[in-house]
């Protein structure tokens, strides 16, 4: 009943720049935290930043500076520039929400099906 799906991904050029998005869709009442994760081949999946309902955000370290996280709440949809754009960039790119549901109430940890992002030197 609710789907995440994330755009945006591609080849880029070290130092170029990317903008993913992840809009979410389905029934639920309402989106807490959200953030993007990456894996790469032989890697564990990493978060790489977030942000909560308020706004409030958080990032690797290999992503400050470069990186920036934003939610636009009436469009339920989160976003994640990227500029200069390094090849250790290069991983599938994950979409994670935490959503609220009511009638009953719980909530649920969902995940989009991925985006690639490959960064060439």
């Known amino acids: 009943q609710v789907q995440l799906v994330e755009s945006g991904g591609g080849l880029a050029q070290a130092g170029g720049s990317l903008r993913l998005s992840c809009a979410a869709s389905?029934?639920?009442?309402?989106?807490?935290?959200m953030g993007w994760y990456r894996q790469a081949p032989g890697n564990q999946r990493e978060l790489v930043a977030s942000?909560?309902?308020?706004?409030?955000?958080n990032y690797a370290d290999s992503a400050k500076g470069r990186f920036t996280i934003s939610r636009d709440n009436a469009k339920s949809t989160m976003y994640l520039q990227m500029n200069n754009l390094k090849p250790e960039d290069t991983a599938v790119y994950y979409c994670?929400?935490?959503?609220?549901?009511?009638?009953?109430?719980?909530?649920?940890?969902?995940w989009g099906q991925g985006t690639q992002v490959t960064v060439s030197s």
């Open positions: 389905g029934s639920f009442s309402s989106i807490t935290d």
């Open positions: 994670n929400a935490r959503i609220r549901h009511t009638s009953p109430t719980y909530t649920n940890d969902y």
């Open positions: 942000v909560t309902i308020g706004g409030s955000t």
